[in-house]
């Protein structure tokens, strides 16, 4: 029996950890990658308390001779790379204009720039096999945007840009890309990571009470999620196991009647309904 081998980046926490784990004990390779030793020693124990085995590696995504070394660990050991989830990403919530060009530079270089890098790194392993399975981690808010993350959003929408078309470059070698989108789900993200920009927090800013009330109206929709880590994990190995996956996987029924409603209604009607109704609950909150 192959066993395949499968890097999971930013998989210290959240999502990550669930899928690390979830495709560890389901027979997989797991490389665990996280930027720090407190990343590595939070995955390791929670291996252990799951009783599974994963490896772990060192791996920032905004550091080329990290992913390299990273990289050439796994075929070397391995044999091969049969698949990288490209999970390491971070936030940032805020108003555009609260914004500071450093924060947008740090949000691109971890969501888009270093997610190249890594699929860059990995594909020269994968075309010399004939195969390979790359799986991007994107979010609803890829397909539909949303006021107080505009510039996080910005940052999905590109990676399912870049990721519909490296569908189609790389489909021919037997390489397949593979969208999983999630909906809202209570991980770390929410709390510890949550990355809100030190502008959105200025009691000055313009934008200040609306910002405040989006963050309540997404608090609500976090606790009211029903979806979990392990079920993107779930998805996730669907989609590393499937003979023909499809290009795109959504997690959460929320996030999936809200993508069928932007397909089937008229854009203004749309824009009207859905995007109407976010502004308003945010400019004139009910009591």
Request: glycine share 10%; net charge positive; proline share 3%.
């Amino acid at each position: 029996m192959t066993v395949h081998a499968i890097l999971v980046t930013g998989a210290s926490t959240g999502l990550g950890k669930a899928m690390a784990l979830s495709l560890a004990e389901r027979g997989f390779k797991v490389y665990a990658s996280a930027r720090n030793a407190d990343g590595i020693a939070a995955v390791e124990e929670a291996a252990a308390r799951r009783g599974v085995e994963v490896a772990t590696l060192t791996l920032d995504v905004t550091d080329a001779n990290s992913i390299q070394a990273g990289v050439e660990r796994i075929a070397t050991e391995s044999g091969g790379i049969y698949g990288v989830i490209n999970n390491a990403g971070i936030g940032l919530r805020g108003y555009f204009e609260d914004l500071t060009d450093a924060e947008i530079r740090e949000l691109y270089d971890a969501n888009v720039f270093g997610v190249m890098a890594v699929t860059r790194a990995v594909l020269p392993h994968m075309r010399a096999a004939g195969r390979g399975r790359i799986l991007m981690i994107s979010s609803v808010g890829g397909r539909i945007g949303s006021l107080g993350v505009s510039t996080y959003c910005s940052t999905k929408f590109a990676l399912e840009g870049f990721s519909e078309s490296l569908y189609m470059e790389l489909a021919p070698l037997g390489i397949q890309v593979v969208i999983i989108e999630p909906g809202i789900i209570k991980t770390e993200r929410w709390s510890s990571n949550r990355g809100t920009a030190a502008g959105a927090l200025n009691p000055d800013s313009p934008y200040h009470v609306w910002f405040k009330q989006a963050e309540k109206e997404s608090d609500a929709l976090v606790q009211a999620s029903t979806a979990t880590p392990e079920d993107v994990a779930q998805v996730v190995h669907r989609a590393l196991s499937a003979a023909k996956p499809r290009l795109r996987y959504m997690v959460g029924r929320k996030a999936k009647l809200a993508v069928s409603l932007r397909r089937l209604l008229p854009g203004e009607l749309f824009e009207r309904l859905y995007f109407g109704t976010v502004i308003r609950r945010v400019t004139r909150p009910s009591d």
